[in-house]
């Protein structure tokens, strides 16, 4: 079965980075898009950013021109590469999976149908 697993949370200075994976495991293709959501208690859920099958990329303004996602050239692995983190960043940070077709993808928490447990990104002095 899909199967995906967040790594690479953990505390960190306003002002510094992190880098986050996303292992995911169990497609029988490569057609499937992977997105980054995080939530901050008392809050929803909201989308990070995504990238599609083909490599097309949706980014929330919120973190736009601070954080970048990626994968690797297996497709197995997507990173989300965190620059300028502020203390509204702290949240836990969720990987989800959707199979599509779509050369964009979406930043809807309802579009997907895999997730992974989340891993815990705190931005504090």
């Known amino acids: 079965q899909v199967q995906l697993v967040e790594s690479g949370g953990g505390l960190v200075q306003p002002g510094g980075s992190l880098r986050l994976s996303c292992g995911a495991s169990g497609f029988t293709s490569d057609y499937y898009a992977i997105g980054w959501f995080r939530q901050a208690p008392g809050k929803e859920r909201e989308g990070v950013s995504c990238i599609s099958f083909s490599d097309g990329t949706t980014t929330a303004d919120s973190v736009k021109g601070r954080f970048t996602i990626s994968r690797d050239g297996a497709k197995r692995t997507v990173y989300l590469q965190m620059n300028s983190l502020k203390p509204e960043d702290t949240a836990v940070y969720y990987c989800?999976?959707?199979?599509?077709?779509?050369?964009?993808?979406?930043?809807?928490?309802?579009?997907?149908?895999?997730w992974g447990q989340g891993t815990q990104v705190t931005v504090s002095s």
């Open positions: 989800a999976a959707v199979r599509n077709l779509f050369r964009l993808c979406v930043l809807h928490p309802s579009k997907y149908d895999y």
